[in-house]
């Protein structure tokens, strides 16, 4: 099970997983396109092409995590690749990004989006 408390951030892959990936190519990509120490304790998501299946990866203080899920139906949200800074979801975006819930809101726009949106709308 992963544990998660307040402080613990949820980081998301903005490059598109193969669904094979296991362990170590999860850990390495982790290390390389994500930055970030594997072993922190944060959970690091994973998301395929389809948008159907992700993977989480998480170390617990005795070994790493492997936590899958693949809808049966939909899509899991569309998340921005072109977003200049790194994704950090919060423990309640996790939880409903994790059961398939739309948050396109969230991840595609980006501030510059937004201001460009307002300053057409003044």
Same mark, same amino acid.
């Given at each position: 099970? $992963?544990?998660?408390?307040?402080?613990?951030?949820?980081f998301v892959?903005?490059?598109?997983?193969?669904?094979?990936a296991?362990?170590?190519?999860l850990?390495?990509k982790? @290390?390389t $396109?994500?930055k970030e120490?594997?072993?922190?304790g944060?959970i690091?998501?994973f998301v395929n092409?389809?948008?159907?299946s992700i @993977?989480?990866?998480?170390?617990? *203080?005795? *070994? !790493?995590?492997?936590?899958? @899920?693949?809808?049966?139906k939909?899509?899991?949200?569309?998340i921005?690749?072109?977003?200049p800074?790194?994704?950090?979801?919060s423990?309640?975006?996790?939880? !409903?990004?994790?059961? *398939?819930a739309?948050?396109? @809101?969230?991840?595609?726009?980006?501030?510059?989006?937004? $201001?460009?949106?307002?300053?057409?709308?003044?």
């Amino acid at each position: 099970m $992963i544990a998660v408390n307040r402080r613990t951030k949820v980081f998301v892959c903005k490059e598109f997983v193969d669904m094979r990936a296991s362990y170590d190519s999860l850990f390495s990509k982790v @290390k390389t $396109i994500l930055k970030e120490d594997p072993f922190s304790g944060h959970i690091f998501l994973f998301v395929n092409k389809k948008r159907n299946s992700i @993977k989480c990866l998480s170390y617990d *203080g005795t *070994g !790493l995590i492997l936590l899958c @899920k693949r809808l049966e139906k939909g899509t899991f949200s569309k998340i921005n690749p072109f977003f200049p800074n790194e994704i950090v979801m919060s423990q309640a975006e996790f939880s !409903l990004y994790f059961e *398939g819930a739309d948050l396109k @809101k969230r991840f595609i726009e980006s501030p510059q989006e937004i $201001i460009k949106t307002r300053s057409q709308l003044s």
